[in-house]
């Protein structure tokens, strides 16, 4: 049924009303957040979200190729330095690929076997390439609207820095960092994104296509969690 187009406002009220089909409610992230997930479990979530990890910068760098604006193109590249780290002006950062790996070895895993990729599941990997292929050969404007997942990331990296340190109490503290950082990069992305979204998706057509496309976004992170509930279980 066609309509005429949401006010901002509502429209946005429709981008965030997708957040019921965010992975915080799969049944795999249920189970890691209400600590009835084993160690293998755990280490498993650890080692295949790391192909999503090192995805991001590269699907960040696909928008900024895209991207002909040079004030969304300097915003943007921050995304890129917070997952790959930066030293600049005697400031260091080692960005989130670096805490994720971290993390990882909080939970028990070497570097080399989180690096390496030699845990992550064939469906993951499917899921993180057909994310990176989208932000490639999409517009840009439609590659930023993919990022909107962000809109709920918040929510999920509280309940983990809430739940786990309760329920995995052998995982160390440290390497909880990268959820810290994330509370707030998250926030600060989502301003910049709803910001392009908003403005770009302004007829009743547009609006469509972008509420698919934050389906498809929503889709790949379920995947990935199907995948390794696959691989490794589900704990009742």
């Keep these: ?23 915080i409610h799969h049944p795999f992230n249920v189970m890691l957040n209400t ?32 991207c002909p604006d040079r ?18 002006g005697g400031v260091r950062d080692e960005g989130g690929i670096e805490a994720w790996i971290r993390l990882g070895e909080a939970t028990g895993l070497t570097r080399e076997e989180v690096v390496d990729g030699r845990h992550i599941t064939p ?14 050969r999409a517009p840009w404007q439609e590659a930023v609207c993919s990022s909107l997942t962000e809109l709920f990331a918040p ?14 109490p052998w995982i160390e503290s440290g390497g909880l960092q990268y959820f810290r950082n994330r509370v707030s990069q998250a926030r600060r992305d989502v301003e ?11 007829t009743a057509a547009l609006q469509r296509r972008a509420l698919d496309i934050l389906k498809f976004k929503l889709d790949v992170l379920w995947a990935m969690n199907d995948a390794m509930a696959t691989r490794y279980g589900v704990t009742a």
């Design 192 to 202: 910049q994104g709803l910001r392009v979204t908003l403005d770009h998706f302004n």
């Design 155 to 168: 929510e999920i990296h509280k309940q983990r820095l809430a739940t786990w340190p309760e329920h995995y």
């Design 35 to 66: 600590g009835k997930a084993s160690r293998e479990q755990i280490q498993g979530w650890v080692a295949n979200r790391y192909a999503y990890q090192i995805a991001i910068p590269v699907k960040d760098a696909a928008v900024l190729s895209n």
């Design 123 to 136: 469906g993951v990997q499917f899921a993180v390439d057909a994310y990176v292929n989208f932000a490639r």
């Design 1 to 23: 049924m066609s309509h005429t187009a949401w006010t901002p406002t509502e429209f946005e009220a429709r981008l965030r009303e997708q957040g019921k089909a965010y992975h």
């Design 71 to 88: 004030d969304v193109r300097r915003e943007w590249i921050q995304r890129i330095l917070d997952h790959d780290g930066f030293e600049l």
